[in-house]
């Protein structure tokens, strides 16, 4: 290990630069270092700067020289009454993967940018800490970003693209997978036909006893067995019929005793073939019924499940909040502080949503301090869903639920690299059944 990624700690005092962005009183902050064993961590806390629907603030970390500049983003910082706060991981020895070296940051930079511009025209900072003495950087940082977004945009491009093409796979391989289950279902419900057919053309074809004293031909239940299958074969139902009774009438003649019966061991075989598949058929009646079951016990469950309870329930618990620009009628909103508390409430009213609560979402909740939940009405189509929203970056924090969830952007309405939003995830009320947005 690099011995000055051992342990190092250093403080940088924000100073005002941009003085159109404070309120309450002069913009201050300040951003601690830490290196430890290897692993770097940084603190920043904000304070006195005005809340903005349009843009967001993040923090940079810089290398101002000429000759090598270099820009990481550490993330963005939402504001609560004009305060902020992050926290942020990284590796000392290459901040953010770009090559960033701890000790070649000599600037530490809040920006405030507007997401929905996709091409930087000014920089805006309100605060900025210098480590050695202030030098110019702004124009060097506008170049930087916007040749970064530029290959950002590429990049989102081809991978829309390679997310289009797998899902044109994905529905493919779905559909060949239906279509060779739908033949094997076809065929399992041909054979039962068949057997049965051949059950009841069997009975009528008349037995013939054999002697207890005589000795029974052993060739008859192969040959009988191989006639039965040679026709089966080959014929469809109403052709087995006659060949059955033509080739068995010539075994009788050819291998029968007196008073005898043909061998047991061929009927066996037949009724053995015959239960199996009456077992199989049953044990999926039977697992269907069980699904049955259950899906109508939810259902009874969810009947019982009062929307107005539960609106109300969150009224009382939660503070209401509207956190996007663009509000709509159709939602309610509120802030979640602890994510235990909307379990309780969830589990009260029957709805078990046990992966609401995964890794991703409680590291969410830590990083911005928050979620949402909420409800949708539709009163046109009679539709009710709880909506669970969990904050993030585009295209720096990850899905929570993969493609079970769709993004909702604070402010705009087309998704941005580095904006701020929520990723919402919906909950049937009545099944507690989260559905899938993809």
């Keep these: 290990m690099d011995n000055r990624f051992k342990y190092h700690r250093s403080f940088l005092i924000f100073t005002q630069e941009d003085s159109r962005n404070g309120e309450g009183g002069e913009p201050s902050g300040y951003l601690k270092i830490e290196i430890k064993d290897g692993k770097g961590r940084l603190s920043c806390q904000l304070s006195n700067l005005k809340e903005s629907n349009e ?3 993040k923090l940079y970390l810089i290398n101002g020289d000429e000759s090598n ?19 942020w991981k990284f590796n000392p020895g290459n901040i953010g993967g770009a090559g960033l070296d701890i000790a070649d940051i000599n600037i530490a930079a809040i920006i405030l940018e507007n997401n929905n511009e996709p091409y930087i025209d000014n920089i ?3 605060l900025a800490a210098y480590k050695n003495g202030k030098i110019e950087w702004r124009q060097k940082l506008r170049r930087f970003l916007n040749k970064q977004r530029a290959e950002e945009k590429q990049e989102a491009v081809e991978v829309e693209k390679e997310e289009e093409i797998q899902k044109t796979e994905e529905i493919q391989r779905t559909q060949e997978i239906q279509e060779t289950e739908g033949t094997q279902k076809a065929g399992e419900m041909q054979t039962t036909e068949k057997i049965q057919s051949m059950e009841d053309i069997s009975i009528k074809i008349n037995p013939v006893k054999i002697d207890e004293n005589e000795k029974i031909d052993e060739n008859i239940t192969s040959k009988y067995g191989s006639v039965i299958e040679s026709i089966y074969k080959k014929s469809d139902e109403s052709s087995v019929k006659d060949k059955i009774e033509d080739k068995a009438g010539s075994i009788e003649n050819g291998n029968k005793k007196d008073n005898g019966v043909y061998h047991e061991d061929e009927q066996k075989r037949k009724n053995g073939a015959k239960d199996e598949i009456k077992n199989k058929v049953q044990n999926e009646n039977e697992n269907k019924a069980e699904i049955e079951d259950e899906n109508r016990a939810k259902r009874d469950v969810g009947d019982k499940i009062s929307f107005e309870e539960l609106v109300a329930k969150f009224d009382r618990c939660f503070e209401k909040c509207n956190p996007f620009v663009a509000g709509r009628k159709d939602y309610r909103w509120w802030k979640i502080a602890s994510p235990v508390h909307l379990n309780n409430i969830l589990y009260q009213m029957k709805i078990d949503v046990p992966i609401l609560f995964n890794p991703l979402v409680l590291m969410a909740h ?13 009163k046109t189509r009679n539709l009710r869903y709880i909506v669970c929203g969990v904050p993030g970056v585009y295209w720096v924090d990850e899905k929570p639920f993969g493609k079970m969830c769709r993004w909702a952007q ?3 309405n087309i998704p941005k690299y580095g904006a701020f939003g929520y990723w919402l995830v919906y909950i049937n009320p009545t099944t507690g059944e989260i559905l899938n947005m993809s």
Aim: aromatic share 12%.
């Design 366 to 378: 830590f990083k911005y301090r928050h979620l949402l939940v909420g409800v949708y009405e539709d």
């Design 55 to 57: 843009a967001v603030y």
């Design 69 to 87: 500049f270099k820009a990481v983003c550490s993330g963005a910082i939402p504001l609560r009454k004009g305060k902020g706060e992050l926290d």
């Design 410 to 412: 604070v402010n705009g």
């Design 124 to 126: 805006l900072c309100p």
